[in-house]
């Protein structure tokens, strides 16, 4: 099994800015985003939903992570954002993907398939069965705050 291996690892539901090599993994219908900003440091997230990816829940789980994700990525500092998701059919990734594009419209790149993104040696990457880890790794209790709810 590879190995990436990435100063800071962010897990489930939760993010963090580094200004060196930083990234997510264990993407399923989850979606990890690796966004860079004006300042030159990298924002890394994994987020979540709770609620089912159902039709029903689809402009809910959409407008949620648009509002979540104002709160800690402001536009402004925004350059450019890649995602990465398990699974890019499954409808609460399309539905969290159309909420960040809903925040930063073409800063926000196609949604790509992989278990994992990360920010290395100034290239994001994408990995589909390799293993993220970090040289520090951040809480692992999936209570943190990138959930929609």
Known sequence: MVVITV?????MTYYSESTGSIGTDGLGPCVGIIAKKSNGST?????????PGTDANVPTITSKTTELIN?????ADLVEMSCATGNT???SA?????GLTN????????LV????IYFKDGAVGVVQAE?????VEGPNDFNGPMDIQ
């Open 113 to 116: 398939q992989g278990t994992g």
């Open 94 to 98: 399309t539905a969290i993907y159309k």
């Open 7 to 11: 100063s800071y690892k962010v897990h």
């Open 131 to 135: 293993t993220i880890k970090g040289t």
């Open 43 to 51: 924002f890394c997230a994994h987020i979540a939903s709770s609620l």
């Open 71 to 75: 709160k800690y990525l402001k536009n």
């Open 103 to 110: 925040a930063y419209g073409a800063k926000v790149k196609p």
């Open 89 to 91: 059919k499954d409808k």
